[in-house]
T-cell receptor, first 114, second 114 residues
Framework: GAVVSQHPSRVICKSGTSVKIECRSL??????MFWYRQFPKQSLMLMAT?????????EQGVEKDKFLINHASLTLSTLTVTSAHPEDSSFYIC??????????FGPGTRLTVL | AQTVTQSQPEMSVQEAETVTLSCTYD???????LFWYKQPPSRQMILVIR??????QNATENRFSVNFQKAAKSFSLKISDSQLGDAAMYFC???????????FGKGTKLSVIP
């Protein structure tokens, strides 16, 4: 149990287009999901906390108008990178909180913006 | 703000030997959780072990154990009988009991020498 999926696993897009990444908890309900960004050979940086039915909370320095997060149900959160540019190329990882102190991670999405 | 420091960017260990990865953290909170995550080349984050701050007993999971020194704010990971499959990036992480948001260290790349 406690499986989290992400789709797509890889995406290549042209500069200026928008990309949507889905994060699903497959066998549990997650009231809270988190979105992270990881640059090559670096650690995970928390971008935002997504709560079902409410607006996401963004970390300092993360543009909420650029990284739109929607947590429409207890099993689905989406991250949309709007008007993507090459500097947005990165590895995006989501996690879903099942229990009080445990998060389960998705396999990540590699975004390349040309 | 909480910070997590991993002072060893890279470590290596001979197969079947024991290795210890270091982690220190800084917090003003009294109730929190500490984690070690493994990230293999697939980049899937895998929980290795976790520790509740209120528990004095060090957590153990098979070949993995921690040395939790609350007063010193130290949380090291010991891997016994190292196996080739242990080769990965290891991240130490902190989560406050209220927010459950993870703050990661920069990671330690562990190589296992056959």
């Amino acid at each position: 149990g406690a499986v989290v999926s992400q789709h797509p696993s890889r995406v290549i897009c042209k500069s200026g287009t928008s990309v949507k990444i889905e994060c699903r908890s497959l066998d549990f309900q997650a009231t809270t999901m988190f979105w992270y960004r990881q640059f090559p050979k670096q650690s995970l940086m928390l971008m935002a906390t997504s709560n079902e039915g409410s607006k996401a909370t963004y970390e300092q320095g993360v543009e909420k108008d650029k990284f739109l997060i929607n947590h429409a149900s207890l099993t689905l959160s989406t991250l949309t990178v709007t008007s993507a540019h090459p500097e947005d190329s990165s590895f995006y990882i989501c996690s879903a909180r099942r229990d009080v102190d445990e998060q389960f991670f998705g396999p990540g999405t590699r975004l390349t913006v040309l | 703000a909480q910070t997590v420091t991993q002072s060893q960017p890279e470590m290596s260990v001979q197969e079947a030997e024991t290795v210890t990865l270091s982690c220190t953290y800084d917090t003003s909170e009294s109730d929190y959780y500490l984690f070690w995550y493994k990230q293999p080349p697939s980049r899937q984050m895998i929980l290795v072990i976790r520790q509740e701050a209120y528990k004095q007993q060090n957590a153990t999971e098979n070949r993995f154990s921690v040395n939790f020194q609350k007063a010193a704010k130290s949380f090291s990971l010991k891997i016994s009988d190292s196996q080739l499959g242990d080769a990965a990036m290891y991240f130490c992480a902190y989560a406050g009991a209220g927010s459950y948001q993870l703050t990661f260290g920069k990671g330690t790349k562990l190589s296992v020498i056959p």
